[in-house]
């Protein structure tokens, strides 16, 4: 096992759209996984995506713990133990959004308020190579469409809709301060 470098926002891998992966079980796929992990561990990241260890394909992993959510209502979707997902594809269910702090492994130092489905639904292959399909929602919700962004190329300050919320990790004191709710609290995806 590796701790791998993380790509950073220009560098190329993380402007294209990754590629599926063709056999899940194939032991170079194995390896990526677990290198992953570690990386992820290693970076006290939420979840990481395969394009930002320099592997342009379709695989995350994530793990999406209670203290990191902002919902008060746990409904079984808002959280989530280590998942890997292999060709994931998502679809919203309803329209209902959220809007939350998000970081990135590959944006360090900054974070920003991104708007999200609140709701979706998911169809992976797990990194034994089964199907897996399920429902998230709160800050589970948004680490998949996080992740899953990376794989199109796409970075979490693309889908800012007020850039004036992008700012620096050591300035979070005044949004704190400024804000009576624990929203600014909320530990990013990343
Ligand atoms: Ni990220």
């Known amino acids: 096992m590796a701790i791998l470098k993380i790509a950073k926002m220009g560098h190329p891998v993380l402007g294209r759209v990754a590629d599926p992966v063709t056999d899940p079980k194939a032991p170079e796929i194995q390896a990526l996984i677990r290198d992953m992990i570690v990386t992820m561990h290693d970076a006290n990241g939420a979840g990481l995506a395969a394009p930002q260890v320099h592997v342009p394909l379709r695989v995350v992993v994530y793990h999406a713990p209670a203290a990191r959510s ?36 590959s944006v360090p130092g900054l974070r920003g308020e991104v708007t999200r489905s609140g709701h979706i639904r998911y169809r992976a292959l797990n990194g034994e190579g089964e199907v897996v399909e399920g429902e998230a929602s709160g800050f589970h919700a948004r680490v998949i469409q996080h992740e899953c962004d990376h794989l199109d190329g796409i970075l979490y300050p693309q889908r800012m809709s007020d850039l004036r919320t992008l700012i620096f990790d050591s300035e979070v004191r005044h949004i704190i301060e400024a804000d009576d709710t624990d929203d600014a609290e909320e530990e990013a995806a990343e």
């Open 70 to 105: 902002e919902d008060d209502e746990h409904d079984g979707h808002e959280t989530a133990p280590l998942t890997v997902l292999i060709n994931p594809e998502i679809e919203p269910i309803g329209d209902v959004t959220s809007t939350g702090w998000e970081g990135c492994l």
